[in-house]
């Protein structure tokens, strides 16, 4: 398996776009975690999913965030409109509760720049 | 707020000496992981804590949790440059907390 796959891995947007960063699981995991991680303030979850239905997105920062899981190999993490302080990695992970153990394996992150 | 809390936030330490971390968490854990990370990169499983009192060892890093499953430490033993990196405690991901918010470990020759 090619592990969690992330895109864009690098982002540099100006303020008031919109961005959307993409997230395949790896197969069989059912759920899908977002996380953001700063300096400031660690890594942070934003929301989950299980089985493609949102879980807790009580991380949510604010309306300007959404995020989807339209399938079980695909979900998108948006921002619209942008904000410089919304630049941060953000990362994907999934992990399956079949296998027990809930160990996350983790995407190689996307790191975006809001000008 | 964070549930978790790491210390310390840096470590130097020079090649071949021991070194800890500690994470510490207001209430108690349901399965506590260990993860490093490596600059620009994902986060890596090290190891997991379920059970009060529960040591774990792989190669020269070990993992403790304490009886009341609130405080877990990260040992490791003669470090050698490839410890290096950021190493974070993380709560079982079905209880939707946040992670630590790292320690970073540099090793010196």
């Known amino acids: 398996d090619a592990g969690v796959i992330q895109s864009p891995r690098h982002e540099v947007t100006e303020m008031g776009q919109e961005v959307t960063l993409r997230c395949k699981p790896i197969s069989g995991h059912d759920y899908l975690f977002w996380y953001r991680q700063t300096m400031m303030r660690g890594l942070e979850l934003l929301i989950y999913f299980n089985n493609n239905v949102p879980i807790d997105d009580s991380g949510m920062p604010e309306d300007r965030f959404s995020a989807k899981m339209p399938n079980a190999s695909f979900s998108t993490l948006k921002i619209q409109p942008s904000e410089p302080r919304d630049s941060a990695v953000y990362f994907c992970a999934s992990t399956s509760t079949g296998a027990g153990a809930n160990v996350l394996t983790f995407g190689a992150g996307s790191r975006l720049t809001v000008l | 707020s964070q549930e978790l809390e790491q210390s310390p936030q840096s470590l130097i330490v020079q090649e071949g000496k021991n070194l800890t971390i500690n994470c510490t968490s207001s209430?108690?854990?349901?399965?506590l992981y260990w993860y490093k990370q490596k600059y620009g990169e994902g986060l890596i499983f090290l190891m997991m804590l379920q059970k009060g009192g529960e040591e774990k060892s792989h190669e020269k890093i070990t993992a403790k949790l304490d009886e009341k499953k609130q405080q877990s430490s990260l040992h490791i033993t003669a470090s050698q440059p490839s410890h290096a990196g950021i190493y974070l405690c993380g709560p079982n991901p079905g209880y939707a907390l946040n992670f630590g918010k790292g320690t970073s470990l540099l090793v010196t020759p």
């Open positions: 209430k108690t854990l349901y399965g």
